[in-house]
């Protein structure tokens, strides 16, 4: 049986969706309010919040989808529960690759001044640098969570669908950040902090979105066949 529970696609999206924001929002709302913003330190080796930052937003993103795909699956089995130390670990694996290579790549060929000024006025450079992030960061992620997530619905397709969901929600977050990383940060401390809670906000109802669709397309597909086996 593919599905011990099925829930209405509307309902699981939701679920995916308020999981992605809640997971996303609890970890950085007691440095936000201490004016410390961890999620725009750099991506190096030598900044340890950074890294610890990573690790705890993972980890707690990783718990409530947990709580999803338990609820999905009416269990808490031990695939399931592997998603927490998959999700966390593929994501630090690709926090540290990116630091490595800022280290090793030289500056000059980094330097986004230099890059930009070879390129023609008004290409979208810091769109597309932290849409490569977020991609080089949804390859590791997408394709541990997938075939994790194949394992946990019997289906082989999950590993390259949830890898292109990935892809997408990561792009359409590195598009929206780049965008809004030109807009001047201006105001009062509170301001700040609003301005850094919404574009959190922001990035994890994207994210969110397209996996969640992606994670209801599973779940339709399998009770499709679990209904077809029963007749």
Known sequence: MAYSIRRPGLALWGAWLVAGVAGSLLPVLPAAFNLRFPIVAGLSLDHASGLSSALVGATCLALFQTIVL????????????????????????AYLAIALWQVTVPRTVISVSAIGASLPPGFPLLQVIFALFGIAVAVVVGLAQGMLLARVLRRRSAVGLWLGANLVGAVLVGIVFGIRLMEPVTGSDADRTAIFLSNTLIDAVLYAAVTGAALVAFARRGTEVSARDQA
């Open 70 to 93: 338990g609820a999905l699956k009416a269990r808490f089995s031990a695939s399931v529960l592997m998603w927490i130390p998959v999700s966390t670990g593929a994501t630090v694996v």
